[in-house]
């Protein structure tokens, strides 16, 4: 009974350790895609609830709002979701002001830190 109980208990071992070993592997890592600044033409960073979308063409490929006031803001992905090429990042501060920042050079693996300038109004 005992080398059963042994047996069974390295056999679930093992079970254990392939499965999450297959679970990291499976699972793609959300890297930091895109950093940078939205801010007014003046210098003031956006306000939060300052929308950031990016685009790869026509494609949208994610939307996010700013969080803190000092107008950072991330984009996080896996390099799947962001493959290399290149990107258009837009914000709208959604009051009045928006900001387009075109041909955005991106190769996965590396952050890619673009500010966004708003200066245009509705």
Do not use: C
């Amino acid at each position: 009974m005992k080398r059963f109980l042994a047996v069974l208990a390295l056999l679930l071992a093992v079970v254990a350790l392939a499965t999450s070993a297959f679970e990291s592997k499976a699972r793609p890592v959300d890297n930091i895609q895109f950093a940078g600044y939205v801010k007014y033409r003046i210098g003031t960073p956006a306000p939060p609830n300052t929308e950031v979308r990016i685009f790869l063409g026509s494609e949208l490929k994610r939307t996010i709002y700013l969080q803190h006031s000092d107008g950072r803001y991330q984009i996080r992905g896996s390099d799947e979701e962001f493959p290399t090429g290149s990107y258009t990042l837009k914000g709208d501060d959604l009051v009045g002001m928006l900001g387009v920042e075109t041909n955005v050079s991106h190769t996965i693996h590396v952050s890619t830190d673009q500010d966004i300038i708003l200066d245009t109004a509705y």
